[in-house]
């Protein structure tokens, strides 16, 4: 049996408005076990990101709280924070957030640099993971020649190189068309698969959502189980 790896857990997050307090998650509960997968949907402004951006300790919780293996990611320093998030999460955005100065190579490694006892293994790994989506031809190419799905490929391979144990993906094929779209979904769901990471993400496409283990829905601030299709 898989151990559980991901637990949020009463999870709530508001905001001061002009008019008072916003609410954009209530009492938020979710579980994810290592190497297993959940989509997240809902309509555009229910809070699907401010989730996925709670569990990656971009941002921190009202009042709740989200538990790596046990381990409260919100609770240590500042140092131990950034280091769970640079060490134990990736992350895929729909803006793939490439710098356009760095080369494709380049690009895959910066999240090793605050990590130096894992650079030389990730600089080994980085041209094979590379090769493995069909990018093993561009490691010396910047983004700006790169297609919409191949930089894309390479934000994917980017949150894969310091194998964390949880990937975050906010809408990652959002911006790409069919045929992209349709690459970048069996690249998640072979490497969630291969690779034992835990795979979470947010999405409107209803193919990657069914590509999941599960499926919750998010609505005004609930979050609550898609119950399957008869």
Known sequence: MKHLLLSVEQVCKSYAGPAGEITVLQDVNLTLAAGASVAIIGPSGSGKSTLLNLIGTLDNPTRG????????????????????RN?????????????PQLNVLENVLVPTLVNPDGQAGARERAPRLLARVGL?????????????????????????????ALVLADEPTGSLDHAGAGMLMDL???????????????????????RMDRVFALRD??????APSP
């Open 221 to 226: 601030g609930v979050l609550a189980p898609l």
């Open 65 to 84: 709280r989200i538990l790596l293996d046990g381990v409260d990611v919100h609770a240590g320093s500042e140092r131990d924070v950034a280091a769970i």
């Open 188 to 210: 998640l769901a072979e490497l969630n698969r291969e690779a034992g990471t835990a795979l979470a993400v947010v999405t409107h496409s209803e193919p990657l959502a069914a």
């Open 136 to 164: 093993g031809h561009r490691l010396a190419h910047r983004p700006g020649e790169l297609s919409g799905g191949e930089r894309q490929r390479v934000a994917v391979v980017r949150a894969l190189i310091n194998r964390p």
């Open 87 to 99: 060490r134990r999460i990736g992350f895929v955005f729909q803006a793939h957030h490439l710098l």
